[in-house]
């Protein structure tokens, strides 16, 4: 398509499916709907909750009950005012739709209210009360730690269709085109307006980006940290400039442990976890330029639930001593391995060197719909290889990817153990109750082995520097945002 005046053209590495945010399930449709939909508070880039649609919130005394202040003078893009029932309404009909992962993207955050249960019964959430058109009432059956968290997520904005289209409160307006989204400023924003004026969203392959950023055929590309731009920091690759920034997405080579699959037996995962773990330095030289950080451990350093790094290395030695058997095994049945991302082709290329049989049909050339599909839907591989957002502070951040009921789990990955400390840990209020719990929930996850966890790659953004510059020098964990980019 013909790129209108003054445009900047940013590369993303894959299609979206579906751009309603009670829909997402993939960090793509985040980076984009961010731009267009806002929930009631955000996590700020020191990991501190900020209002956002909601101007104020009061918990009850026994936490069972929370309470917003709606900022009614947001604006909608066909400019009408925010109010409380848009966000009731959005989540209702949210759950109404059909899934496209696992679970219903809302049920980590909407699960413990009072009638969640009952929804389909009712048409409605008891626990969601609208009280005049300014404020928001939650009653939760349980007390939740961090319901604030799981609010602040993408997926918990308002919303409204109009014409045929969803809008929202945010700085842009997003119009799909083909294989673009065009992004054009609300008028009616309330808060400092974009400096882009006109952006339009590409999908770009990561194994072409770098040249096209060379080119100047595109000015940014989101989630960068799947390019591999060695010497980026350095200066090297003038005129691309380089932004790193937090730990913002876990490495996770997945393991199907359904009933009846390979990965049923805990052995196997034991073995496979150490044989890629006797190996890391071949993750650490693939994924030099990526800005990958290599940690077994599923909580960060500054988390609870962290344990010692001798404790988490003595689980993973544990499991030497089943790899000959893990490999044998293979031979019987062959392992289905899948990633739609080319970067992980050194995982196949080094399992097949150490004897393990993968079928003739496992490759890393999926399409992020078709990886998507098998993890949330057909449950077909045996080795799918993801990543995963890095949550800030609270351990139960890490309940999207673990808990049954989150937002990105996968029946595939489903360990017992894993998954009832995840659950069990929800209903803990005492800060400091939470290491011990979390410590033993941080053993259970490299024993049980829902995943292999390699490490992070850190957030990061690369831009021409000839047409953009960044208003800052790092990145948080939470921030997708083209929002700090403006014009050189």
């Not at 993939?26 to 101007?55: C, H, N, T, W």
């Not at 037996?265 to 190996?279: E, P, V, Y």
């Amino acid at each position: 398509m013909s790129v209108p005046k003054n445009s900047y053209i940013v590369g993303l590495y894959a299609k979206w499916e579906v751009l309603i945010p009670s829909l997402q399930h993939s960090l793509v449709e985040d980076a984009i709907m961010e731009y267009q939909f806002e929930p009631l508070v955000r996590i700020g880039e020191k990991g501190i909750i900020e209002p956002l649609s909601a101007k104020s919130w009061k918990f009850s005394g026994d936490y069972k009950i929370l309470r917003f202040k709606i900022d009614t003078s947001r604006r909608f893009s066909d400019g009408s005012n925010l109010c409380a029932i848009d966000f009731k309404r959005s989540w209702e009909e949210g759950l109404r739709m059909e899934s496209k992962s696992a679970n219903s993207s809302l049920a980590d955050g909407l699960g413990n209210l009072k009638g969640y249960n009952r929804f389909k019964e009712k048409g409605e959430i008891e626990g969601i009360k609208v009280i005049g058109e300014d404020e928001l009432e939650l009653i939760f059956e349980k007390p939740v730690r961090i319901a604030l968290v799981h609010l602040s997520g993408g997926r918990f904005s308002a919303y409204k269709k109009v014409n045929n289209r969803y809008i929202g409160t945010g700085p842009y307006v997003i119009d799909e085109k083909g294989d673009d989204v065009i992004l054009t400023p609300n008028i009616y924003y309330r808060n400092e307006r974009p400096k882009l004026s006109n952006v339009i969203i590409r999908v770009v392959s990561p194994d072409i980006a770098l040249e096209k950023l060379k080119s100047g055929e595109i000015d940014a590309y989101l989630f960068s940290e799947r390019l591999n731009l060695l010497g980026c920091e350095e200066g090297k690759l003038n005129p691309i400039n380089c932004v790193n920034g937090q730990e913002a997405s876990h490495v996770v080579i997945n393991l199907n442990g359904l009933r009846g699959r390979f990965f049923s037996d805990s052995n196997h995962r034991l073995g496979f976890q150490s044989l890629i773990w006797k190996n890391i330095d071949l993750a650490k030289e693939s994924f030099k330029g990526y800005g990958f950080i290599a940690d077994p451990q599923s909580f960060l350093k500054f988390q609870a639930g962290r344990i010692a790094d001798s404790e988490a290395e003595a689980i993973i030695r544990s499991g030497e001593k089943y790899i000959n058997r893990f490999i044998k095994a293979t031979h019987k049945q062959p392992l289905y391995l899948v990633s739609s991302n080319c970067a992980w082709a050194w995982l196949a290329d080094f399992l097949r060197k150490e004897g393990v049989k993968l079928t003739e049909n496992s490759n890393v050339n999926f399409t992020l719909k078709e990886d998507l599909d098998m993890y949330y839907k057909t449950f077909k591989p045996d080795i799918i290889s993801l990543t995963a957002s890095v949550a800030d502070g609270d351990p139960d951040g890490l309940y999207h990817l673990l808990g049954r009921n989150g937002a990105i789990f996968s029946p595939m990955m489903e360990r017992k153990k894993v998954c009832d400390g995840m659950e069990k840990g929800r209903k803990i209020l005492d800060p400091l109750m939470l290491p011990a719990h979390y410590k033993k929930v941080s053993e259970d996850i490299l024993k049980e082995v829902p995943y292999v966890h390699l490490g992070y790659f850190v957030r990061r953004m690369a831009y021409n520097g000839n047409r953009l510059k960044y208003r800052g020098s790092l990145i948080g964990r939470n921030s997708l945002s083209i929002m700090s980019l403006e014009p050189r």
